[in-house]
Structures are given as C-alpha cells and as structure tokens.
C-alpha cells in the first residue's frame, strides 16, 4: 500500500480528502490519541501517486511511497 498515515501527526483537517482528485481519502470512525478524527485511503486502486495528499497535508503526517515507475529526466529533444 502506497500511503501511510501517521496517525498522531493528523490534525483531522481534511485537506487530504478535499484535494485529492481521485476521492481516495474518506473520513473514518478512527481517532487518534488527540482526539482528530483520521482519514482513511478508501479507494487506493484509483490512486495515480500525483502527490498532492503529501503537498496539503500541514502536518507532514501523509508518507506516499512511489510504486509506479515513471521514465524521469529523459525528455526526447
Ligand atoms: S497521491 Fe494523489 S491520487 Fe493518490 S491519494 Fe494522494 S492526492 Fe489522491
Ligand atoms: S491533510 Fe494531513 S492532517 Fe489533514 S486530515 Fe489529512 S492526514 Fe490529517
């Protein structure tokens, strides 16, 4: 599974669930010991590894493993 959520770094914001444009994140049952409630990566077969969870989430608390390779740096001229 491509993310991990630190659960103790979620502040229950929700920018993750707002931004992201494939609907992965639902809100859940689940709290943390701050009493946040945690998103959930619901629908993580409709990931496209884009990123932007990571780039939202204020609390760093998003870890977004790449799995998909992508050719990088080698643009034909
Ligand atoms: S990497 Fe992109 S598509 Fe995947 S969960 Fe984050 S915002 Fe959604
Ligand atoms: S953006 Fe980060 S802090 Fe906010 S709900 Fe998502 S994981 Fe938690």
Known sequence: MPITI????CKGCGFCIENCPKKVYE???EM???GYRLPQAVR?????E????????PD???VL??????AK???AR
């Open 60 to 62: 760093f608390a998003i």
């Open 73 to 75: 740096g080698k643009e």
């Open 50 to 57: 884009c990123g932007l969870c990571d780039l939202y989430c």
């Open 32 to 34: 943390n010991k701050k």
């Open 6 to 9: 630190i659960k103790d770094f």
């Open 65 to 70: 493993e790449k799995t998909k390779k992508k």
């Open 44 to 48: 993580i077969e409709s990931c496209t």
């Open 27 to 29: 809100l859940s049952g």
